[in-house]
């Protein structure tokens, strides 16, 4: 037996057309039966620093807040946007489009609730806010719940399953469930808020490791573990992992774009 070392070398020009920044998706944790499933997407343009760290988003980093001027702004780090509700019936989707050079976190005001409906004549949708509790709706039915500080609570996945987050006092997921019976315990930082382990019965325990802001290690429960290196400014440059699979990046840092990605598979030969 054997092992080839097969490497890809990905351009700017072959990652797609609009490739500027490099973004990479995992899932750390899928179960169809139960219909629980944790993806981790990594963008270099992210300024998110979430439940797994700076650049790294997941579906917990979905917040809303309040805006100065009275409206709600609902920030979907996922998918780099953030969208505005009024009072009346307007809505503004926003790009994220700072230049993110010095790739400083976003610091948000501090969130002060907003009582009444808040209205999208762009796409149907409407927050409101009745009991200490934020629901978005979309198509006339509950899609997303967050806490009176903005934290999300609850959402309703594309299948229809409906997952719900119990977060302690400091806001951290400390649970999470679906209505098929999943449920999950979740460890967090007390300081940093970052998730530290996710513990699924029956299957063993997720860890993650951080240096300063920065995800490094990921250990999954059958022993496959991950270890990924940073530039100064948060650009993910390398991740590895025990079976072989290494991916690299390399930058242009004034810029703020990608210049080229390698990916290195090692495969066995059973000849």
């Known amino acids: 037996m054997k092992t080839i070392a097969t490497t890809l070398l990905l351009t700017l020009s072959t990652l797609n057309a609009n490739a500027t920044k490099y973004v990479r998706s995992w899932s750390d944790l899928e179960d169809a039966n139960l219909g629980i499933a944790l993806e981790r997407t990594y963008s270099s343009h992210s300024l998110t620093n979430g439940s797994f760290g700076f650049g790294w988003c997941?579906?917990?980093?979905?917040?809303?807040?309040?805006?100065?001027?009275?409206?709600l702004k609902l920030k979907n780090c996922l998918n780099d946007s953030e969208t505005v509700f009024s009072p009346q019936a307007t809505t503004t989707t926003l790009a994220l489009a700072n230049s993110r050079r010095e790739k400083k976190a976003d610091r948000s005001p501090a969130f002060s609730?907003?009582?009444?409906?808040?209205?999208?004549?762009?796409?149907?949708?409407?927050?409101?806010?009745?009991?200490?509790?934020?629901?978005?709706?979309?198509?006339?039915?509950?899609?997303?719940?967050?806490?009176?500080?903005?934290?999300?609570?609850?959402?309703?996945?594309?299948?229809?399953?409906?997952?719900?987050?119990?977060?302690?006092?400091?806001?951290?997921?400390?649970?999470?469930?679906?209505?098929?019976?999943?449920?999950?315990?979740?460890?967090?930082?007390a300081n940093t808020g970052r998730i530290t382990s996710i513990n699924i019965p029956g299957r063993g325990t997720l860890r993650y490791q951080y240096v300063g802001e920065n995800l490094v290690y990921i250990a999954q429960p059958g022993g496959l573990?991950?270890?990924?290196?940073y530039d100064d400014l948060h650009n993910l440059t390398q991740i590895s992992s025990t079976e072989g699979f290494l991916e690299s990046v390399r930058y242009d840092k004034l810029r703020d774009e990608v210049l080229s990605v390698e990916k290195r598979v090692v495969a066995k030969d059973l000849q």
Not at 174 to 185: C, H, P
């Open 113 to 189: 609730p907003r009582v009444g409906a808040f209205f999208s004549s762009e796409n149907g949708e409407q927050v409101d806010f009745k009991k200490g509790i934020y629901t978005q709706y979309r198509f006339g039915s509950p899609f997303r719940k967050f806490d009176q500080t903005g934290r999300l609570i609850e959402w309703r996945a594309a299948n229809g399953i409906v997952h719900r987050v119990k977060r302690n006092v400091y806001g951290h997921p400390v649970f999470w469930s679906t209505n098929r019976g999943a449920r999950v315990s979740i460890q967090a930082d």
């Open 225 to 229: 573990e991950f270890n990924i290196l």
């Open 58 to 71: 997941s579906e917990l980093d979905t917040t809303i807040e309040s805006t100065r001027d009275g409206r």
